[in-house]
């Protein structure tokens, strides 16, 4: 039995850093429980509100009353509450706007003046999709001969079993008359039932079987399956390079979780949700997979996160926004390519979700593996320090070499593709071996300068230059999807010589197809990939060997598995270095890495060629050289000297607007007050700034940025919390608060 609560503390998805309190009326004591839904007045507005408890000994006369509870059923645990409450604490963010974040949008019902909310839960309500179903009824030999259409039909359900409407439309046209005679003669019954979108339903997999681990993936598994046995919170670093059997140890992992009735938590960056993948999980396990990705839509999104709150999916496997999965009993959170930006939410709720896979995984007492190839320099000083446990797989499977690598110097020179380079690349073409050349810009060149005036065309809404894509005939804003007619003339002094500077993908193709005119060369990048399923024709195109040179940008670079690539070829190897960042040598370091693994992952040893203007530089050469301990030590060896995490933490507050002055004047003013807050609290923390963010225009709106740099956590929030108290922000400019930033543009 339920205690009925009779005043409730309910939070509501705005930006206000507090939850209400309302009074139950009579007739919704029964209904308006601990995890639901509930209507509730605010101000003049009516509001979905989240009931988080009960609120009996408010001090708060005169209390109002809820209107409607919109749930038949609990939409989050006990445990969920914890998990969101701290998340609300550490990114001093509302409650009631992590919750929401943490629902499926298809839950949410628009609330309007005036309008009373419908009736949600998880049996379906009125989003889900429900279909009639046929099956076999109890009469065998009918009184009365039905049509031979109907006849057909009747053994199509005997076969079936049981079978939807729509499956039998689909091969016997429109049969609702038989269907209706088929069920007066007893032959079939028919009822709804709700049906879930299969993500799965076009696909057949082949059962695949656990592989003999090697020692390496031996050892890793048996300390995941003991802290598994002990349902002790236990974080691991899995560290091995690409191919080394990452994936296989995190299957049998799982597996042993499965047995001990234990349900698992995949995360993974969009980039690497492939069928691929996805694939893989399938043909190990069969059911109970749920998906989460990107391209579903809110009502299959919803349908995936019920299947979830029922308990019929144990696996879990989805991109950032699967870390607040309705999960039951989670013993094992994994996170793939755990060092990837895309973790990290950049609007809104700006959670880190391979942060938090650790912290619901010590509220879950799960064990919690982080895997890469190449970990963030952040994980690898937590490993170094014992706050991860490292299980290290640093070999490939079967004893594949790492590819040899040659660094080219271009000092000096205007050509994309170098002699060394142009001759690797015709020897494997002419031995009918494939190659891959990345470059991590796209389009033809990143940018046009007038040879009258010596001006760069640039975005009208943005400080950025427009890039020359030639196939398109435009010159475009990267950012804010501007385009004009290209190459056109000057917009400053209407000159008609526009010089083409830095090379993209779609020049690098162009000069491939002439040092080579006979070759098969394709180019993915987000321009040729936009296109639904586009990405996956130039992936199969690859593998069944109809394309010989595969040109792209960092697209290339993730995830794939190109067994007959021999070659690799990476222009403009600090292409990444030149950013505002202070984690820019570490990107770099992890997308060579990744690149020069692209190569001899068959049967025949691989070799990369890397090109770049400083072959010098740390981050290049370690990673030409296969040295990453030398990298990681050389890194934070810099971060430490200049107060960088691991060894500080930071938060980043972005102030924009449309007008210039205001946004400047908020900034001042915001930094000032922080200094003065920063003064009374005696913090030790460094108010940086304010200073134009690298793009100090975005999309038309003018950009500052005050970076806090804090020796520990606590000092940092304190100063955020005290701010957010005492800050008062005008309504013509926007101000985020961003709590361990990883964008920095
Ligand atoms: P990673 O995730 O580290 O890139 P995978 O787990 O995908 O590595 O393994 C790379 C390839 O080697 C896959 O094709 C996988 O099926 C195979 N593999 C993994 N472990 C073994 C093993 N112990 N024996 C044989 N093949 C293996
Ligand atoms: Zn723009």
């Given at each position: 039995m339920t205690v009925p609560l009779h005043i409730i503390e309910v939070a509501i998805p705005l930006y206000l850093d507090k939850t209400f309190h309302y009074r139950v009326p009579e007739r919704l004591l029964k209904e308006a429980l601990t995890g639901r839904r509930a209507l509730v007045p605010f101000g003049n507005r009516r509001l979905t509100g989240y009931i988080l408890g009960d609120a009996a000994g408010s001090e708060i006369s005169n209390l109002k009353e809820i209107i409607e509870v919109l749930d038949s059923e609990p939409l989050w645990t006990s445990l969920e509450l914890e998990f969101f409450r701290w998340i609300a604490s550490y990114y001093q963010h509302p409650l009631g706007e992590v919750v929401r974040t943490a629902l499926p949008a298809g839950i949410n019902i628009q609330t309007r003046k005036g309008t009373s909310g419908e009736q949600g839960d998880l049996t379906g309500g009125k989003k889900a999709r429900r279909e009639k179903f046929y099956c076999p009824g109890p009469v065998l030999e009918p009184s009365r001969q039905p049509s031979p259409k109907a006849l057909e039909i009747v053994a199509v359900i005997r076969d079936a079993g049981d079978i939807s409407a729509g499956e039998l439309r689909k091969r016997f046209g429109a049969c609702t008359p038989q269907l209706k005679r088929l069920i007066e003669l007893g032959l079939s019954t028919a009822e709804e039932r709700e049906v879930y979108r299969d993500p799965f339903k076009n696909s057949t997999v082949k059962r695949d079987e656990p592989r003999c681990l090697h020692s390496h993936q031996k050892e890793a598994l048996d300390a995941i399956s003991d802290s598994l046995d002990q349902q002790q919170f236990t974080p691991f670093l899995l560290y091995g390079v690409t191919g080394s059997g990452k994936t296989e140890v995190y299957l049998q992992a799982i597996a042993h979780a499965l047995e001990r009735g234990q349900n698992a938590l995949v995360l993974v960056p969009e980039i690497a949700l492939t069928p691929q993948l996805t694939g893989r999980f399938q043909a190990r396990f069969g059911g109970g997979i749920a998906i989460l990705h990107s391209g579903l839509s809110d009502g299959e999104r919803y349908d995936e996160w019920r299947r979830i709150r029922r308990g019929l999916a144990r696996i879990v496997i989805g991109a950032r926004s699967a870390i607040f999965a309705p999960l039951d009993k989670i013993g094992i959170i994994i996170v793939d390519e755990e060092h990837e930006a895309s973790f990290k939410q950049s609007d809104g709720l700006r959670y880190n979700a391979r942060d938090l896979a650790l912290v619901r995984g010590r509220m879950a007492r799960a064990a919690v593996v982080l895997g890469s190839a190449t970990p963030s320099v952040t994980t690898i000083h937590a490993a170094q320090q014992g706050r991860l446990t490292l299980l290290e797989l640093p070999e490939r499977v079967e004893g594949r070499p790492m590819p040899r690598v040659e660094l080219v110097a271009m000092k000096g020179s205007k050509e994309t593709l170098s002699a060394a380079l142009s001759v690797c690349l015709a020897e494997t073409y002419e031995q009918g071996r494939q190659a891959i050349v990345f470059l991590n810009r796209r389009g033809f060149a990143t940018f046009l300068v007038c040879a009258d005036c010596g001006k760069p065309l640039t975005c009208p809404n943005c400080s950025v230059t427009l890039t020359y894509h030639r196939q398109r005939g435009q010159s475009l804003c990267h950012y804010c999807d501007y385009a004009v007619p290209a190459p056109g003339t000057c917009p400053s002094c209407n000159g008609t010589t526009l010089s083409e500077l830095g090379a993209g993908t779609e020049k690098l193709e162009h000069d491939l197809k002439e040092l080579l005119p006979s070759a098969r060369v394709l180019r993915m990048d987000s321009d040729t990939t936009s296109g639904k399923g586009s990405h996956e024709r130039l992936l199969s195109r690859m593998n069944d060997g109809s394309a010989d040179i595969l040109v792209g940008t960092q697209m290339i670079a993730?995830?794939?598995?190109?067994?007959?690539?021999?070659l690799v070829g990476v222009v403009n190897a600090e292409a990444s270095l030149g950013m505002p960042d202070f984690r820019a040598a570490e990107r770099t370091f992890q997308l060579l890495s990744q690149v020069i693994g692209r190569a001899g992952r068959g049967e025949t040893p691989g070799r990369v060629v890397v090109q770049a203007l400083d072959t010098d530089h740390y981050a290049i050469k370690s990673a030409a050289e296969h040295d990453a301990a030398g990298f990681y030590r050389e890194e934070l060896e810099f971060r430490r000297e200049a107060g960088y995490p691991p060894f500080a933490f930071l938060a980043a507050f972005a102030i924009s607007g449309m007008s210039e002055q205001a946004v400047s004047e908020h900034a001042d003013t915001t930094s000032r007050l922080l200094a003065r807050l920063k003064a009374e609290l005696k913090v030790r923390v460094e108010v940086l700034g304010p200073a134009p963010s690298p793009i100090y225009r975005l999309r038309n709106r003018f950009r500052r940025q005050i970076l806090l740099k804090g020796a520990n956590r606590s000092d940092l929030h304190r100063l955020i919390t005290s701010w957010l108290q005492q800050a008062s922000v005008m309504s013509t400019v926007r101000i985020s608060v961003d709590i361990d930033p990883v964008d920095m543009m």
């Open positions: 993730k995830g794939h598995d190109f067994p007959e690539v021999t």
